[in-house]
């Protein structure tokens, strides 16, 4: 089983601030089953980012994924105050999906 | 509007049963692998079971193996998931998730609101 871990745990920042979430995987991933998730309290979890790097529908440029192998990378280049939430980084191998911890992105 | 409403949820007693229904609408439910995700206070997503187009794949995470069934009524554009033998540990919030139709990506693009079921005497 693949696991992926998220760092840091929580990161805070301000507004306008550039945010940088990393989710590293114990083996190699392909880029096309790596995802990420923007989750707020209370709601389900959004997608954001499949195939590593491709937004998904209506999602603002100021998010970009990067990455391959085992390292994969979320940034959101000028924090919004709506940005503030927790972010999953997901991957499929082996007929099973995984998820990431999670990283808290909270205003500093 | 796509969409999908899950049902179901509710207080259990360690060791009972409870069934989960997920209802589609606004896109062609027939077409799509589904998944349940859950999550349980306070903590991470975790990946239950998903199921293929026809019913005729269905995967599940160690944890819930021998416990619980996906299963699926495409007349009814409908998906479930029956729950047995529960333990405290099933308490969480269940998401039902339509799975990317793309060949060769794995992601999961649209989300229900969720139902909570709590396992406790």
């Known amino acids: 089983e693949i696991v992926l871990t998220q760092s840091p745990g929580t990161l805070s920042l301000s507004p306008g601030e550039r945010a940088t979430l990393s989710c590293r995987a114990s083996?190699?991933?392909?880029?096309?089953?790596l995802a990420w998730y923007q989750q707020k309290p209370g709601q389900a979890p959004r997608l954001l980012i499949y195939?590593?790097?491709s937004r998904a529908t209506g999602i603002p440029d100021r998010f970009s994924g990067s990455g391959s192998g085992t390292d994969f990378t979320l940034t959101i280049s000028r924090l919004e105050p709506e940005d503030f939430a927790v972010y999953y980084c997901?991957?499929?191998?082996?007929?099973?999906?995984?998820f990431g911890q999670g990283t808290k992105l909270e205003i500093k | 509007e796509v969409q999908l409403v899950e049902s179901g949820g509710g207080l259990v007693q360690p060791g009972g049963s409870l069934r989960l229904s997920c209802a589609a609408s606004?896109?062609?439910?027939?077409?799509?692998?589904m998944s349940w995700v859950r999550q349980a206070p306070g903590k991470g997503l975790e990946w239950v079971a998903n199921?293929?187009?026809?019913?005729?794949?269905?995967y599940y995470v160690d944890s819930v193996k021998g416990r619980f069934t996906i299963s699926r009524d495409n007349a009814k554009n409908s998906l479930y998931l029956q729950m047995n033998s529960l333990r405290a540990e099933d308490t969480a919030v269940y998401y039902c998730?339509?799975?990317?139709?793309?060949?060769?990506?794995?992601?999961?693009?649209?989300w229900g609101k969720g139902t909570t079921v709590t396992v406790s005497s």
């Open positions: 998730a339509r799975e990317a139709n793309v060949y060769y990506y794995y992601y999961m693009d649209v």
């Open positions: 606004g896109f062609t439910f027939s077409s799509y692998w």
């Open positions: 199921i293929k187009q026809d019913g005729s794949e269905k």
């Open positions: 083996q190699s991933v392909s880029s096309s089953y």
């Open positions: 195939g590593a790097s």
């Open positions: 997901q991957q499929y191998g082996s007929s099973q999906y995984t």
